[in-house]
Structures are given as structure tokens and as C-alpha cells.
């Protein structure tokens, strides 16, 4: 299992933009889908975006289309979010995830190794 260790989180306010870092271990980096998931509190932990291990492929949640943006560097085994135009709802733990040849859409059960949880948070 891959082990991830995000950073870049913090407090924005609305409108403004952060980017998040997730660097993984281990020698496969690109047999990994790599995820981002975020739980607010008292919320379900839901889907942010999903990047294939190649980067090929990118799936999104209707909620961040056209804000955010997943992007991986393979050569340093890290993969971004690019967050833009924050709403004080996007306020939330966000998570790494890394899935052994998962779909970009699977369900965070499909992803075996998770980061720590970097927080997220925008004000009005």
C-alpha cells in the first residue's frame, strides 16, 4: 500500500484559491489511481476528483467542475488539487487517496490507502 502524506490546506476566503499536495511512496506510483475526497463535519465523506495513473483520465464531482482541478506528477509521485473560486460550502478534511488500478469514479472503498486529511477552510 502506497503511503500519502498531503499538505497545502488552510483557511481562504471565498473566492480565493489553495493548492494541495499529496506525495505517495513506493516504486508503482502510476499503477495507482490517485483521489481526493473531503468530509465535512457531520457529513458523509464524498468524492472531490480522481486522476488515472497515467493522467489520462480525470473524473470530477458536479460540485468542484470548472473550480478545481487534479493533476499528478509521476515523476515525484505527487498529485495536486488546484482549487479556485472556493465557496464557504467547499469547507471540509480534505483526503488523499490512492486505488490500485481503480476507475476514476469508483467509490472511496475502491481506494486501499488514505493520507491523514489536510483541512480546508473558506469564509464568507
Known amino acids: 500500500q502506497a503511503r500519502l502524506v498531503e499538505s497545502g490546506g488552510g483557511l481562504v476566503q471565498a473566492g480565493g484559491s489553495l493548492r494541495l499536495s499529496c506525495a505517495a511512496s513506493g516504486r508503482t506510483f502510476t499503477s495507482y489511481t490517485m483521489g481526493w475526497f473531503r468530509q465535512a463535519p457531520g457529513k458523509e465523506r464524498e468524492f472531490v476528483a480522481a486522476i488515472s495513473g497515467r493522467g489520462s483520465s480525470t473524473g470530477y464531482a458536479d460540485s468542484v467542475k470548472g473550480r478545481f482541478t487534479i493533476s499528478r506528477d509521476n515523476d515525484k509521485n505527487t498529485v495536486y488539487l488546484q482549487m479556485n473560486s472556493l465557496k464557504p460550502e467547499d469547507t471540509a478534511v480534505y483526503y488523499c487517496?490512492?486505488?490500485?488500478?481503480?476507475?476514476?469514479?469508483?467509490?472511496?472503498?475502491?481506494?486501499?490507502?488514505w493520507g491523514q486529511g489536510t483541512q480546508v477552510t473558506v469564509s464568507s
Open positions: 487517496a490512492a486505488g490500485w488500478l481503480a476507475a476514476v469514479y469508483a467509490s472511496a472503498g475502491a481506494f486501499g490507502s
